[in-house]
């Protein structure tokens, strides 16, 4: 269960540029609280994608009361989410690509484990470190380390394709323009990607294995206690949440806020995907995704 996870010593928000790119081995400034009051109830801009499991029922999308909440915030949003018991995945603005922030050391993650079981071979005790550092506690040059033993952008690139994401534009930078930031952070991607990226885990596929997935799920169980927001926003402690999020700093450009992942229990079983920018402070991104999560985790359940 998620909520089985150390709890670390948060350190004080330091300056913009002085935080290592999205999701830094330093500790992010400390989350505030879950937001109070509920989003709005207005209409936002959707789409549908039933699957070919998904049943013909009218099903309000989870993203109903979303433009009506965001309507009072600052930033850009799109998000997506993928229910397995209808079957059907909706996306709030659809077709939006952003920063992908450290949410790609996922997408990392997903290439080394495919690499490493199509070379028919164990991750080294080596790697193993390096890949639950990159997701555990999010530590940038872990996911460097991990991506250059890859192959780089190409070789992740690859691993896109082969799993669905055919929005996704690995980053070749090798820093973020100006700064001394990993470049990888500049990745761009969709919120409909970063679901079927989840997927690929949360699901049996024949891309990742049992064990792969089982691996994968069980490092963004266990994320550090200051990086476990977003996606388990609203969600109780007896459900199962495997979540990774990003956040990057950009000078005059706010910040970019994302989170991915699972969740399970209470009736519900679905994955989701949260992107947003421009958001003024990291703490008012965080609050902005949380609340989203609190509204998809309610639609849900109903």
């Known amino acids: 269960m998620h909520r089985g996870i150390s709890n670390l010593a948060r350190l004080t928000a330091v300056p913009v540029l002085a935080l290592a790119a ?157 700064t001394p930031l990993p470049g990888w952070g500049l990745t761009k991607t969709t919120a409909l990607d970063e679901v079927r990226l989840i997927k690929r885990f949360a699901y049996p596929n024949s891309l990742l294995s049992s064990r792969d997935r089982e691996y994968g799920l069980n490092l963004m169980e266990h994320v550090e206690s200051d990086q476990a927001w977003g996606i388990s926003g609203g969600v109780p402690t007896d459900a199962t949440i495997a979540l990774k999020n990003g956040w990057l700093p950009l000078a005059n450009r706010g910040w970019q806020i994302n989170s991915i992942g699972w969740v399970s229990g209470r009736g519900r079983d679905y994955v989701l995907a949260i992107l947003s920018n421009r958001a003024p402070s990291y703490p008012y991104g965080v609050e902005t995704v949380s609340a989203i999560a609190r509204l998809v985790f309610a639609a849900l359940g109903r």
């Open 22 to 178: 999205a999701s830094c081995s330093v500790a992010p400034p400390a989350a505030p609280a879950q937001p109070t009051g509920d989003p709005g109830t207005s209409g936002g801009h959707t789409t549908a994608t039933p699957s070919a499991t998904a049943t013909h029922t009218r099903q309000r999308s989870p993203f109903a009361g979303l433009a009506g909440y965001l309507a009072h915030r600052t930033g850009v949003v799109t998000a997506a989410v993928y229910d397995r018991r209808s079957g059907r995945t909706w996306i709030y603005h659809p077709g939006v690509r952003q920063n992908a922030a450290s949410i790609v050391k996922v997408e990392i993650m997903g290439a080394a484990l495919h690499e490493a079981e199509t070379a028919r071979r164990r991750l080294s005790v080596d790697e193993q470190a390096l890949i639950q550092a990159m997701i555990e506690n999010s530590n940038n040059d872990a996911a460097t380390a991990v991506l250059a033993k890859i192959g780089g952008p190409g070789a992740l690139k690859r691993f896109d394709m082969l799993a669905g994401l055919a929005g996704t534009t690995p980053s070749t930078l090798k820093y973020i323009p100006g």
